[in-house]
């Protein structure tokens, strides 16, 4: 039969120049951007978007692209960490397992070293050789949030326990963790109160007072729960709140957000400050409280960068734009020696502004930090911040999306 | 199958015989002849305008004619008109027609009669009309069956009653509807879904690409699958049972039985169970170090399917106010264990859910209830339930259990959940078809759709959002027309107005109106040469569950938009003849889509859940191409290929004011090349009179497609792998097709499949198919 053998062998080459063709997009290497500085981009395309990982020598010129460029990581809404030398891209699992790849740097290149498997946690922080995270329960008929000790050398969870935070919170709401510091050989957790029920689950009715659990390491046994009615609660929702300085002060902000409803009916009567928990104590120092509001002429913190020599790169935002979740675009510097705090020049003008990036960078020279900058024409840029002069300086470009993380490998 | 007819045939003469007397009615039965005094095949004879097909050897016999004179009339194609007025004489009646083979090409084709299959694909729409019966001796569903099709890519999770998505020519999920027997199938639950569904049931499978025709009134964007159970013969049973890799069992029983009063039963079951134990492949993780620190073959643990349905009506057929009334029930439950979630790192070793159908039915139809007035009428209610049970706090990985517990209230996705729910969906269809003379059809059609859902969770009792009302009204008006000059040309203008109203909660309440209206026309060129094309204005209203959410993945979205597209279609079919019984059929056809408005899902902002929302636009040049090739029974060949480019057209990324980065990128996650191949050959009287052996191989193409944007990144771009796999099936049947036993092996060269990003497809698998199959009147 001719015509079936024509037939078929058609339907073959057919097959066969389609396979062919356009097969190995995913091989090679990346020779553009080479450095030990990653930058994670999450594009601004609202489906079907994937983040990409970046790579350059330097933040403060050039420009660098999605477009044909970087590791493409597997979803977005991913969280990124670096310890012990190592990249963490961790997938939020939605309550899946959270998948993680790990990456190190060789030549300027990302490397992969593992895949792995950790929870989808709502906090997660450095301690000694792992990463702690913590699955936090928002369900008030289920108390029990979850830790995890993550070895960044083995890659495996090393131990696993409970917290019951109805007991933590002690006054029938539950604690939720805003976030987690290694002190010392401590592990210090700021949390906030939460009805965690119904429509009103992130709402509190204890919205004037900031409370840190205190954790033995690794067992994580509760040592105490550090009060403070000065100030609303520490940090916010998947932020850290707290700094630990060169001589081991802990320094905390409160954004001042405590709402009734968990949506924007702000309850606490306290306004935006900082606090201090000085080096060896366990207990606010009484003595010690910079009103925000006052010294910044009306603005709430909602994150900083601690630069080193008691130097903060503040991001605020006004009153009339406070919120639970998102990032201040007011960039300024607190120095909380001298008490003062100074808007730095060179920003774009805020209504560019789309997003400042939660996930900086600083060297920790005292002076100087690196701030993702989001604009509204989605084109994003590295600004590079000099404290002294509270200056903001433009510096790499980012096409393709949005900047949400800058991290550093050696 | 029509050899059993010819077996049983003069049992049945016996039959009307010793019968006819009894009352004043008359029988009239004979052959179609054509050429050389060949028997026409499949002819269509209409004794006073009431047709009836003749057989494969061109037999017809009507029974009950309450006339001595009758009308009656031939129209077939390739042969000029026969009409001729009968005097019939009470008992039997004979007549005998030869059709005179029309002047014009009778040199070029030799023109047999044409198929329902065929007589469907020569409609003006673009449509591919598979005939199902030819499965019948297979193991396949309804939507592998579907994959063959070309414009058509059905992409399965995993295994037997994984969870599936359409895509035809680009589009997707709620954008195609399926119908069975045209009544829309939209939300029968997961119990009665497609890739659960035998391709027993169906006699025939209607693929309507983009334009779809008006008598199946719903608001599809991207087309229509329409299900054809047919009538089949009156007495007859049909059963199957087949065995297979991962202890896969199927069962499938039809039978009908009808008397001579008219009163008839039908009843089909099916039965479908798996482990779907097959084996996947996993990277080397870090997390139970002596399973995961090397790459590693295991085998799924949790991913048990079965499902059981039952489908009975009760009615009668032929009667004087109709041709068919049936009282039906639709009865079935279905169990299914979730292995992974989106990607293979979620393992899950217990989470699982159920569903019930419990769904009466009533169907009408008569023809010329007044002269030339067809009138067709369905309603149905759905009280099934569907079920989510997730209530152990355990961690598994593909090891299983990891030992790891999760809080004491939580399950392994969150919440500990029973939440069970009913959508009590009604359903209502009236299509009225209005001959005016042999040129001109009126049709109006109207559809409408209640959906009140109502649903509990024993677990979370407090959790309000169940009690708030979640109510859905949807009505789809359309009124058609259309002219045809019989085998010349026809054109018809259709137009549809759709009305929904929606109540989510106290709050949320939305309306919408949306007129829609479209054209198709055809021309023959010559017999052999069909020339289609068509356009539609087309809408789409959200789905209740868009809107509503699933309160489990999916959120609600109350403020969702209608979504609209523009869809033209230009096709051609051509058959010749290479001589001495070589026979191709080309198909080929191109499209244009242009969708605004674009339902999509998308992750939420915290990524807990989907959610639906609008797109600016997508917009889709695509074409396929089918060339079919047979010689006599012998032999039969076929190849089909599509290549889609779907765009999208959304300028500006919300929230940003550049231009977004993927504009006019193609469209990712969507297989954009691909086709199948088969051939089939059959040897008759294989040892023995009567007794059929038939070898058949079908090779399935999917082109590397991406799961991202193309045009972003360059390392580990997450994509798709090209594909090709192979299937065999050797198929042996005795005494005419009585008993067979069909066996078949799929993905012989075990190639690794994957539909969507990591998530495997069985390997190679093997299925023992046997079936039993008596008509009888």
Redesign the interface.
């Known amino acids: ?1 001719n ?2 053998k024509l ?2 062998s ?2 073959v080459v ?2 066969l120049t ?2 062919d063709k ?2 190995d ?2 091989a ?3 020779p553009v951007n080479k450095g030990n500085f990653i930058l994670t981009v999450t ?8 983040d ?1 990982l970046l790579t350059t020598g330097s933040l403060e010129e050039g420009s660098i692209t ?12 991913r969280y990124y960490v670096t310890h012990n030398n190592k990249f963490f891209s961790m997938l ?6 959270g ?1 993680v790849t790990v990456y190190d740097i060789q030549d300027g290149s ?1 490397n ?1 070293l ?4 950790t ?1 989808t946690v709502q906090a997660f922080a450095p301690v000694n050789d792992d990463i702690l995270m913590m ?1 936090i ?1 928002r ?1 008030i ?2 108390p ?3 830790w995890y000790r993550f070895n960044t050398n ?4 090393a131990g ?1 326990g ?1 917290v019951n935070t109805a007991e933590l919170a002690d006054n029938g709401e539950l604690a939720f963790y805003s976030w987690l510091t290694q002190v010392g050989n401590k592990v210090y957790a700021p949390f906030f109160s939460i009805k965690a ?3 009103a689950g992130f709402g509190t009715d204890y919205p004037d007072q900031a409370w840190v659990a205190v954790y033995n390491y690794p067992d994580m046994t509760l040592e105490k729960v550090i009060h403070d009615d000065r100030t609303s609660f520490i940090g916010r929702y998947f932020t850290d709140g707290l700094s630990v300085t060169e001589n081991g002060d802990v320094y905390a902000y409160s954004s001042a957000i405590a709402t009734s409803d968990g949506a924007q009916d702000f309850n606490t009567t306290k306004p935006s400050s900082v606090t201090r928990i000085n080096a060896g104590t366990t207990e606010f120092d009484q003595s010690f409280l910079i009103n925000f509001e006052e010294l910044s002429g009306g603005l709430n913190i909602t994150d900083w960068l601690y630069l080193g020599n008691n130097k903060f790169v503040v991001f605020s935002n006004t009153e009339a734009e406070k919120n639970l979740f998102s990032t201040g675009n007011i960039v300024g510097i607190l120095d909380v020696t001298t008490q003062s705090y100074t808007k730095v020049s060179g920003m774009p003008e805020l209504k560019d502004i ?1 997003a400042i990036t939660q996930n900086n960078y600083t060297p920790a020279d005292g002076n100087t930090g690196y701030i993702g900058v989001n604009l ?4 994003n840029y590295v600004y590079k911040i000099d404290a002294n002069a509270a200056t903001a300086t433009r510096g790499l470009k980012i ?3 949005t900047l949400t993380a800058i991290e550093h490998l050696d | 199958m029509f050899n059993i007819l010819k077996r049983i045939l003069p049992l049945m003469l016996l039959l009307a015989t010793s019968l006819s007397g009894y009352a004043q009615q008359y029988v009239l039965k004979g052959t179609v002849r054509g050429a050389d005094n060949k028997p026409v095949e499949s002819a269509a004879v209409q004794i006073d305008g009431q047709p009836i097909f003749a057989s494969e050897q061109g037999l017809f016999r009507r029974d009950k004619i309450e006339k001595s004179t009758v009308q009656v009339r031939v129209e077939q194609i390739g042969y000029d008109p026969y009409s001729r007025e009968v005097t019939l004489h009470p008992g039997e009646n004979t007549l005998d027609i030869r059709l005179v083979q029309r002047q014009k090409n009778i040199e070029q084709v030799e023109v047999t009669g044409l198929t329902k299959v065929q007589e469907i694909n020569r409609q003006a729409f673009t449509v591919s009309a598979i005939d199902a019966t030819k499965l019948h001796n297979t193991t396949l569903s309804l939507s592998d069956a579907l994959d063959r099709v070309s414009g058509v890519r059905v992409r399965e999770t995993g295994g037997l009653g994984s969870s599936m998505n359409l895509s035809l020519n680009g589009f997707s999920g709620n954008h195609v509807r399926f119908f069975i027997d045209g009544i829309p199938m939209d939300n029968m639950g997961s119990t009665f879904q497609i890739n659960n569904m035998p391709v027993n049931l169906a006699e025939r499978i209607e693929v309507y690409k983009g334009v779809v025709p008006i008598w199946l009134g719903s608001d599809a964007l991207g087309g229509a699958i329409n299900i054809v159970t047919g009538n089949k013969a009156r007495n007859y049973v049909d059963v199957s049972y087949s065995y297979g890799s991962f202890n896969t069992h199927r069962t499938v029983i039809n039978a009908a039985t009808t008397t001579k009063k008219g009163l008839t039963f039908q009843l089909s079951a099916y039965q479908n169970y798996s482990d779907n134990n097959y084996k996947v492949h996993l990277e080397a993780h870090n997390n139970r170090p002596e399973g995961y620190s090397k790459p590693a073959e295991v085998e799924r643990f949790h991913d048990t399917y079965h499902n059981e349905t039952v489908i009975a009506s009760l009615g009668v057929v032929d009667k004087p106010y109709a041709d068919r009334l049936l009282l039906g029930i639709n009865l079935g439950k279905s169990y299914k264990e979730i292995q992974t979630g989106a990607r293979m790192e979620s393992v899950f070793g217990a989470w699982h859910r159920r569903g019930n159908l419990v769904m009466p039915s009533l169907k009408y139809s008569k023809n010329d209830l007044i002269k030339g007035l067809d009138v067709v009428l369905n309603a149905n209610l759905n009280l099934g339930s569907e079920r989510n049970i997730d209530t152990v706090n355990r961690r598994y990985d593909w090891f299983g259990d990891t030992g790891a517990r999760l809080p004491e209230t939580s399950g392994e996705r969150g919440a500990q959940s029973m939440y069970k729910y009913r959508n009590n969906e009604a359903l209502v269809t009236a299509n009225f078809n209005y001959s005016i003379g042999e040129k001109q059809t009126i049709t109006v059609n109207n559809v409408f759709n209640n959906f009140d859902r109502k649903g509990e969770d024993p677990l979370n009792p407090l959790n309000n959002e169940y009690e708030l009302a979640k109510t859905t009204r949807k009505n789809v008006l359309g009124l058609g027309y259309q002219y045809q000059v019989s085998d010349l040309w026809s054109i018809s203008v259709f137009g549809k107005y759709i009305v929904q109203n929606n109540l989510n909660g106290d709050d949320a309440s939305s309306s919408a109106k949306k007129l829609g209206w479209g054209t198709a026309g055809t021309y023959f060129v010559s017999d052999a040469l069909q020339l289609k094309g068509s356009y539609e204005l087309t809408n789409r209203m959200a789905t209740p569950y868009e809107m509503f959410g699933d309160v489990e993945n999916q959120s609600a979205n109350p403020g969702l938009r209608p979504e609209t597209s523009n869809n033209f279609n230009v096709g051609i079919n051509y058959n010749f003849s290479a001589g001495q019984g070589h026979e191709f059929d080309l198909t080929a056809g191109a499209i244009y889509r242009y969708a605004k408005d674009f339902i999509y899902q998308r992750l939420e902002a915290n990524q807990g859940r989907y959610v639906a929302d609008n797109r600016d636009g997508v917009r889709t040049f695509g074409g396929d191409i089918e060339l079919r090739y047979h010689y006599g029974r012998w032999l039969s060949a076929g190849t089909s290929w599509t290549y889609q480019y779907l765009q999208n057209m959304q300028e500006f990324d919300e929230g940003f004011t550049n231009v977004s980065p993927v504009y006019k990128d193609q469209m990712p996650n969507i297989p954009y090349f691909f086709g199948n191949s088969d051939v089939q050959v059959r040897f008759d009287d294989f040892s023995g009179k009567g007794n059929a052996l038939s070898v058949g191989y079908n090779l399935q193409y999917v082109h590397e497609f991406y799961l991202y944007w193309p045009s972003q990144g360059l390392i580990d771009k997450k994509n798709i792998p090209g594909q090709l796999s192979h299937d065999i099936n050797a198929l042996f049947s005795v005494a005419d097709g009585r008993y067979n036993i069909g066996l078949e092996a799929r993905n012989i060269t075990n190639q690794r499949l994957y539909d969507n990003f990591s998530m495997e497809r069985p390997g190679r698998a093997f299925y023992l198919n046997l079936r039993y199959y008596l008509n009888k009147k």
Do not use: F, H, W
Request: charged letters at 15%.
């Open positions: 039969m015509i079936r037939l078929l058609a339907a057919v097959s389609a396979c356009n097969s997009g995913d090679g290497t990346n594009p601004t395309a609202a489906t079907d978007v994937a990409y999605t477009q044909g460029n970087g590791v493409e990581q597997d979803g977005t809404y939020y699992g939605q309550g899946n397992p998948a990302l992969k593992a895949n792995t498997v929870e699955k329960s369900n008929t289920d029990t949030s979850t083995s890659l495996t969870i696993q409970n029920c119904c429509e789309k509204t024409t989605g084109v096409e393709g999306g």
